[in-house]
Protein backbone atom coordinates (compact mmCIF):
# COMPACT_ATOMS: atom_id res chain seq x y z
CA UNK A 1 0.00 0.00 0.00
CA UNK A 2 1.40 3.31 -0.73
CA UNK A 3 1.01 6.40 1.70
CA UNK A 4 -1.08 8.97 1.50
CA UNK A 5 -0.41 12.12 -0.90
CA UNK A 6 -0.47 15.60 0.58
CA UNK A 7 -1.63 18.64 -1.28
CA UNK A 8 -0.22 22.12 -0.17
CA UNK A 9 -2.91 22.47 1.80
CA UNK A 10 -2.34 19.78 3.82
CA UNK A 11 -5.60 17.54 2.82
CA UNK A 12 -5.03 14.15 1.13
CA UNK A 13 -4.99 13.86 -2.43
CA UNK A 14 -7.57 11.12 -4.31
CA UNK A 15 -5.70 9.17 -6.92
CA UNK A 16 -8.00 10.40 -10.23
CA UNK A 17 -9.66 7.61 -12.03
CA UNK A 18 -7.18 8.95 -15.48
CA UNK A 19 -3.76 8.06 -12.88
CA UNK A 20 -5.38 4.65 -12.10
CA UNK A 21 -6.10 3.58 -15.59
CA UNK A 22 -2.36 4.73 -17.02
CA UNK A 23 -1.40 2.30 -14.56
CA UNK A 24 -3.60 -0.24 -15.34
CA UNK A 25 -2.21 0.18 -19.14
CA UNK A 26 0.85 -0.88 -18.04
CA UNK A 27 -0.05 -4.58 -17.20
CA UNK A 28 -0.16 -6.74 -20.02
CA UNK A 29 -1.69 -10.38 -20.41
CA UNK A 30 1.29 -12.15 -21.67
CA UNK A 31 -0.26 -14.07 -24.08
CA UNK A 32 -1.99 -11.10 -26.01
CA UNK A 33 0.24 -8.25 -26.98
CA UNK A 34 -2.11 -5.35 -25.31
CA UNK A 35 -2.83 -4.14 -22.16
CA UNK A 36 -5.49 -5.26 -19.67
CA UNK A 37 -7.58 -2.10 -19.55
CA UNK A 38 -7.77 -1.90 -23.14
CA UNK A 39 -8.26 -6.00 -24.20
CA UNK A 40 -11.52 -5.01 -21.81
CA UNK A 41 -10.41 -6.71 -18.37
CA UNK A 42 -11.50 -4.42 -15.90
CA UNK A 43 -15.04 -4.39 -15.61
CA UNK A 44 -15.44 -1.75 -12.71
CA UNK A 45 -12.91 0.85 -11.06
CA UNK A 46 -13.89 2.48 -8.06
CA UNK A 47 -11.82 5.28 -5.82
CA UNK A 48 -13.98 6.28 -3.03
CA UNK A 49 -12.59 9.98 -1.01
CA UNK A 50 -10.27 8.11 1.38
CA UNK A 51 -8.22 6.23 -1.45
CA UNK A 52 -9.47 3.57 -1.44
CA UNK A 53 -9.75 0.98 -5.08
CA UNK A 54 -11.84 -1.73 -5.89
CA UNK A 55 -11.14 -3.14 -9.20
CA UNK A 56 -13.20 -6.02 -10.68
CA UNK A 57 -11.11 -7.71 -13.21
CA UNK A 58 -11.59 -10.93 -15.23
CA UNK A 59 -9.37 -12.83 -17.92
CA UNK A 60 -9.40 -14.10 -21.27
CA UNK A 61 -10.65 -17.26 -20.37
CA UNK A 62 -11.28 -19.03 -16.60
CA UNK A 63 -8.36 -21.84 -17.48
CA UNK A 64 -5.78 -18.28 -18.12
CA UNK A 65 -2.77 -19.78 -16.83
CA UNK A 66 -1.48 -16.27 -15.16
CA UNK A 67 -4.56 -16.44 -12.84
CA UNK A 68 -3.19 -16.60 -9.73
CA UNK A 69 -0.65 -14.07 -11.27
CA UNK A 70 -2.09 -11.22 -13.15
CA UNK A 71 -4.85 -10.24 -10.21
CA UNK A 72 -1.56 -9.22 -8.07
CA UNK A 73 -0.02 -7.40 -10.63
CA UNK A 74 -2.81 -5.27 -11.10
CA UNK A 75 -3.11 -5.01 -7.21
CA UNK A 76 0.91 -3.92 -7.53
CA UNK A 77 0.49 -0.72 -9.81
CA UNK A 78 -2.68 0.39 -7.95
CA UNK A 79 -0.87 0.53 -5.17
CA UNK A 80 1.74 2.63 -6.65
CA UNK A 81 -0.81 5.34 -7.97
CA UNK A 82 -0.12 8.55 -5.52
CA UNK A 83 -3.04 9.16 -3.15
CA UNK A 84 -3.91 4.86 -2.95
CA UNK A 85 -4.55 3.84 0.58
CA UNK A 86 -5.88 0.37 -0.33
CA UNK A 87 -6.80 -1.74 -3.33
CA UNK A 88 -8.97 -4.15 -3.73
CA UNK A 89 -8.64 -6.70 -6.54
CA UNK A 90 -11.49 -8.95 -6.94
CA UNK A 91 -11.25 -11.67 -10.15
CA UNK A 92 -15.02 -12.13 -11.36
CA UNK A 93 -16.42 -14.21 -14.32
CA UNK A 94 -19.51 -12.40 -15.10
CA UNK A 95 -20.18 -11.39 -17.42
CA UNK A 96 -18.12 -13.64 -19.56
CA UNK A 97 -15.14 -11.94 -21.59
CA UNK A 98 -15.44 -11.56 -25.23
CA UNK A 99 -13.67 -10.21 -28.03
CA UNK A 100 -16.53 -7.28 -27.94
CA UNK A 101 -15.04 -5.58 -24.92
CA UNK A 102 -12.02 -4.98 -26.10
CA UNK A 103 -11.41 -0.94 -27.21
CA UNK A 104 -10.71 -0.35 -30.83
CA UNK A 105 -7.76 0.37 -30.98
CA UNK A 106 -7.28 -3.04 -29.37
CA UNK A 107 -8.72 -4.48 -31.61
CA UNK A 108 -6.84 -2.37 -34.56
CA UNK A 109 -3.64 -3.68 -32.98
CA UNK A 110 -4.60 -7.47 -33.16
CA UNK A 111 -5.37 -6.47 -36.80
CA UNK A 112 -9.69 -7.44 -35.82
CA UNK A 113 -10.86 -3.84 -37.44
Known amino acids: MSGLQ ?3 AGS ?3 PTRDALIEALCTVYDPEIPVNIYDLGLIYRLE ?3 EGKV ?3 MTLTAPACPVAGT ?3 EVG ?3 DAVPGVTDATIRLVWQPPWNQERMS ?3 KFQLGLL
Do not use: G
Open 6 to 8: INE
Open 12 to 14: RTR
Open 47 to 49: VDA
Open 54 to 56: EVD
Open 70 to 72: LPH
Open 76 to 78: RVI
Open 104 to 106: DEA
